[in-house]
């Protein structure tokens, strides 16, 4: 069975959509152990918004210094590949690998993904596996990330709607589902 997997995160700008930040970590799903980390901002060459800035904690100077997306995505494919992890990225809500391919798609053509994507044609989407457990228990399913962790017991830990955190937390998430899902995995 495959043990090292990528969860990963963006932030993006508002209204635009534009993405700001790539977060991934690598991980052992069966340890628990945050084998590296990746943060990157990027430059979306607009003003982020006041909302933004307050919600994620990603400041003007930060997206400024930022590198251009096609930067961002060569460094995260070599992450993903260093770490020979397994091809599709686990992600908390269906969009994120779409999101990326799509706008990479939009500022670089066909070219930059077509041919290159590494991470499958799908995602691990770990809010519907958390929902659709939640829908067979007849629980509510209301929530976010962190809410749906003290669930499960477990807290969440750096900022919420940084990228790099947000995939540390969602990694966990992961694991936490497995361990729910199959009580004898170890």
């Known amino acids: 069975m495959h043990k090292i997997f990528m969860a990963l995160d963006l932030e993006m700008a508002q209204p635009s959509t534009r993405i700001i930040q790539i977060g991934a970590v690598i991980g ?35 997206v400024d210094n930022g590198v251009t997306l096609r930067e961002a995505y060569d460094q995260l494919v070599e992450f993903h590949k260093q770490h020979k992890a397994f091809f599709n990225a686990i992600v908390w809500g269906k969009g994120d690998m779409d999101k990326l391919k799509k706008e990479m798609h939009e500022m ?19 809010k ?50 497995l361990k729910i899902l199959n009580p004898n995995r170890t």
């Open 108 to 126: 670089y053509g066909e070219v930059s993904t077509a041919n290159h994507w590494p991470f499958g044609r799908r995602e691990i989407d770990v």
């Open 28 to 62: 052992n799903i069966d340890t628990g152990e945050i084998l590296d980390r990746f943060s990157m901002f990027i430059n979306p060459e607009e003003q982020l918004s006041e909302y933004i800035i307050n919600l994620t904690g990603i400041t003007q100077e930060q």
């Open 128 to 177: 519907t596996i958390w929902v659709s457990y939640r829908l067979s228990r007849g629980e509510p399913i209301q929530g976010g990330l962190a809410r749906s962790m003290t669930k499960v017991g477990l807290k969440f830990e750096g900022r919420k709607h940084n990228a790099e955190s947000d995939a540390e937390m969602t990694f966990s998430m992961y694991r936490a589902m």
